[in-house]
């Protein structure tokens, strides 16, 4: 099995531009960073629908870090460092 150094979960919701560039950034540093990450759409969770209805997309990494908008490569990279 497969595991991954870091976890990442990337918070967002349908529809969403910003989050899809937040995906394709994790894309390019999948194999690198050593990290898998899991996506939750906010609208089908209460809880971080209302702590991030105005937020998204929200990365948690490691369940520790968070990173908001506006998310770079450097920003992802220095958080997973």
Request: aromatic content about 8%; some cysteine.
């Amino acid at each position: 099995m497969n595991r991954s150094r870091h976890r990442v979960l990337l918070l967002k919701k349908e529809y969403c531009p910003l989050c899809d560039g937040v995906r394709n950034i994790l894309r390019g540093l999948r194999r690198e960073m050593e990290l898998s990450w899991t996506e939750v759409d906010i609208t089908l969770n209460n809880e971080f629908y209302a702590k991030y209805k105005n937020a998204i997309p929200v990365l948690i990494i490691n369940g520790e870090k968070e990173l908001r908008y506006p998310i770079t490569e450097e920003a992802v990279r220095e958080a997973l460092a």
